[in-house]
């Protein structure tokens, strides 16, 4: 995904960014003690992947 903001918060930190066609948003968290940078394109494990929707969550992604 393509990082929009990093937001770092003690522990954890939120990435947020978009699919690489722009129409889906996506937040990541992670753990570790280096951050992406805003324009930075970060790879997520769809393995570990959740899907929600205006409603809830719709399922994990396989």
């Known amino acids: 995904m ?6 770092e918060l003690g522990a954890d ?3 947020y960014g ?3 066609d722009g129409v889906n948003e ?14 930075d394109t970060v790879h997520v494990d769809p393995q ?3 899907v929600f929707t205006a409603t809830g969550m719709q399922g994990r992604i396989k």
């Open 2 to 7: 393509k990082v929009t903001l990093v937001e």
């Open 13 to 15: 930190t939120f990435v």
């Open 48 to 50: 570990r992947t959740y």
């Open 18 to 20: 978009t699919t690489p």
């Open 26 to 39: 996506l937040v990541a968290r992670s753990r570790g003690f280096t951050s992406p940078r805003v324009g």
